[in-house]
């Protein structure tokens, strides 16, 4: 796809920025609310998506994807040449996802939750169509974060029945916060990504110490209450990938920096086996769980895990069809023989890279592989010219790597981390279609 000619100059286009950030922020905060807001079902439900299946929930996103759609069209040259820079195996995934509806064991919720999907993207794409700034998007992300924290630790105090996990349907929650969100792990979630945004905001020089340390302090607290392992890990991950991008001195920044490093710590490991012997996997499986106060099962998730695998080997290729794998708790489900293997209903797969690979085969996985190596190299691209957007882009896609370990959350529809996967592919792809029209411009004027 050919890049159009290069504007004369770049010219900050803000025209609709009031209305467009709140669109995005209104997408980010349905992303870790109920549907309709209801709190009420959710200790009933047992669920971290608070997905309902009323007339609400069926249409309460659908005049924002209406929205984006209108956004598209009425910039469609710009919106080709943004296209042409995206990241092509997100494309290709989200057309597997379509194609996956003709063998789904639930047409119709596989082509609902499709169209949930590209829905979500059409509205991030539009916003970068209209309002695009280098920084636009970051502060309407990192602002709504920081509303979403805020309001958890009011709600809890305010509405601890709903704010706090009661434990009805899941006992072993009993006691964790959750906040405004669907579930304490989504509350971990929000601090994670409230966290890489408000480090960056001070890495960037972009708001000072004084304005991100309450919030900081307050994420804090969220952390603690909601007792989300991932979340603590995730959020001092990522935090630490800003840090390490934007503060630390460029020589560390080097790739031979990082081989170096990582050649020490393997060379120390391995004199370590020498002295102790090679553990075994469960041996390490019980140090890193223990390390972070879990058992050696990760809380069931092993289980999980290789009832999964098993009826992965049934449907190897193709999968089971996106989204509709984990349709209901009963045993007339697709899922049934995991229920029956675990013993309980988990509603998802706790990891992202088995959830891809059960719901879209071996060819959705290759996809997410592509999709992933694509947009690193992306990022490593735009790094050497913006490294502000580029730094946040690393962060949020090594904590995407981290948080789908253990739970699953890529291309999910109306998840915020499937949400901001798309602010990050897009503004990524608009930063380097910004950047060309930009080196463009300046060589045509040094021609004149």
Known sequence: MVTPAAPAGWVSDVHYGRWLNFILGLCLVMTFTPDALDYSTLDRVGTMTGESYGFVARVQWFPLFGIGFLLCLMRWR?????????NPFLILAVVWIFASTLWSFDPGISLRRAIKILGMGMVVFGFFLFNWSPMGAIRVWRNTCALLIVASIVFVVVQPQYGIHQGFAEPGLKGAWRGITTHK???GILCAMATMTWVH?????????????PVLMAIVVCLVGCKSTTGMVTSFLS?????????????????????SIVALLAALLCLLFVFTGVPTVSEALAAAAGGVGKD???????????AVLDEVTKHPWLGTGYNAFWISQDLSSPS??????????????????????????????????????YQFWQLKRLYRVDRSVATLGIAYMVYDLMLNISESN???PTFAPSLVEWVVVIMTARAVLHYQWLAASQGAARER
């Open 185 to 187: 792990n989504a509350l």
């Open 201 to 213: 905001a001070w890495a960037t020089r972009d708001l000072p110490l004084r304005y991100c340390l």
């Open 336 to 373: 049934a023989d995991v229920i029956r293997t675990i013993k309980f209903a988990p509603l998802q797969a706790h990891n992202g890279y088995l959830e891809i690979l059960n719901e879209l085969g071996i060819i959705g996985l290759g996809l997410l592989f592509g999709f992933l190596g």
């Open 296 to 306: 050696a099962g990760l809380t069931g998730r092993d289980l999980i895990w290789g």
């Open 239 to 259: 935090a630490g990938v800003v840090v390490y991008l934007l503060r630390m001195p460029p020589f560390t920044r080097s790739a031979g920096f990082l081989l």
């Open 410 to 412: 890529f291309l999910r």
């Open 78 to 86: 710009l919106a080709w040449a943004l296209l042409g820079k995206m």
